[in-house]
């Protein structure tokens, strides 16, 4: 049996968020606005605050 491994060939993996519909809805639309991935700017997010804050180590 093949064992498939989650992730990608970047080494980005998955991850299930759920988020109140008013965030969702302001994410999606200020992707559109940058003409960007809502992925790429929760994750811009998610690295400034955590590295800001000292708490995540920047790979």
Known sequence: MK???LGRRDGRQ???LYIAPEIARALKVRAAELDTHA???VEEMLREKLLSTGKAEQQ
Do not use: A, G, N, V
Request: charged share 20%.
């Open 3 to 5: 064992t498939e491994k």
């Open 39 to 41: 992925y790429l700017l």
């Open 14 to 16: 998955p991850m299930l």
